[in-house]
């Protein structure tokens, strides 16, 4: 609680969310009891042993690509690294990218304001994927087709890489202490640079007993388990039958 507190306090105070998370981590490894397990799990004498080829083949192409972006478009590689980055610490989930997504393309570099970063957030609420499919529609505005494509391959990159590296040492990372503890601080800070910029989003609605009323609804609706599509269906078809 108190990590979640200081990461929307420092947020709201124009910090950096990198900072924020690395500091969660760090107050995750010195302040939390790990949830893990107490001892390193059995290992599985059928299992094959791991290997880093597949980790190293990607890493190869990777670095290719982005140096040919950055030789031959340096906008797009500049697009490039950024969503890579942002999905590199999005720890805990595609809502977890929506604070460093706002922090880097609305506050930071201006690319658009908050009313349309918003409306982003939605269309990747109601179209199939996770919400970092928000990448696309920034890619998008700011240059066409070209920066769709290169906004959703590079948001996904370190998800993927990711799993490719660490699966088959996942067992030996969750059985340590040292990893929990860390992961588990930075959750928490999540949760507090989630309020923060839902705070941040509330100040570009235009309110109304209309729109209170749609959020008390959504917000129980959700409560009680109700499908989230189902909650986003039918608040869009309430928005277009009732608002202008």
Same mark, same amino acid.
Request: charged fraction near 10%; proline fraction near 5%; glycine fraction near 10%.
């Given at each position: ?13 124009? @910090?950096?969310?990198?900072? @924020? ?6 107050? =995750? ?9 107490? #001892? ?14 597949? /980790? ?8 290719? =690509? ?13 697009l ?5 980055? $942002?999905? !590199?610490?999005?720890? =805990? ?27 982003a957030?939605?269309?990747?609420? $109601?179209?199939?994927?996770?919400? @970092? ?13 070209? =920066?769709?494509?290169i906004?959703?391959? #590079?948001?996904?990159?370190? #998800? ?12 030996? /990372? ?8 860390? +992961?588990?601080? +930075? ?17 570009? @609605? ?5 729109? !209170? ?10 409560? !009680?388990?109700?499908?989230?599509l ?6 869009a078809?309430? #928005? ?5």
């Amino acid at each position: 609680m108190i990590i979640a507190g200081q990461a929307a306090g420092l947020f709201g105070l124009g @910090v950096n969310p990198l900072i @924020v998370i690395l500091l969660a981590a760090l107050e =995750g490894w010195a302040l939390l009891e790990s949830q893990g397990p107490a #001892s390193r799990p059995e290992a599985d004498p059928a299992r094959v042993a791991p290997t880093t080829k597949p /980790l190293l083949f990607l890493l190869a192409a990777v670095a290719a =690509g982005f140096f040919l972006l950055y030789l031959t478009q340096p906008v797009l590689f500049e697009l490039a690294a950024l969503m890579f980055r $942002i999905d !590199l610490f999005a720890f =805990g989930g595609g809502y977890a990218s929506v604070p460093l997504m706002f922090h880097e393309i609305v506050e930071a570099r201006g690319w658009m304001d908050g009313s349309t970063f918003l409306d982003a957030i939605v269309l990747g609420q $109601i179209t199939p994927g996770p919400i @970092v499919i928000t990448a696309t529609f920034v890619g998008f505005w700011l240059y066409g087709l070209p =920066g769709g494509v290169i906004a959703t391959v #590079s948001v996904f990159l370190p #998800s993927f890489m990711l799993v490719v590296g660490l699966v088959p040492y996942f067992d030996r /990372l969750r059985a340590s202490r040292l990893f929990n503890r860390i +992961i588990d601080g +930075i959750l928490c800070s999540f949760v507090g640079l989630l309020l923060t910029v839902t705070l941040r989003f509330a100040g570009n @609605v235009q309110w109304d007993v209309l729109r !209170l009323v749609l959020v008390g609804a959504a917000f129980i609706a959700l409560r !009680l388990k109700v499908d989230i599509l189902w909650v986003v269906a039918i608040g869009a078809t309430v #928005s277009v039958l009732a608002m202008r």
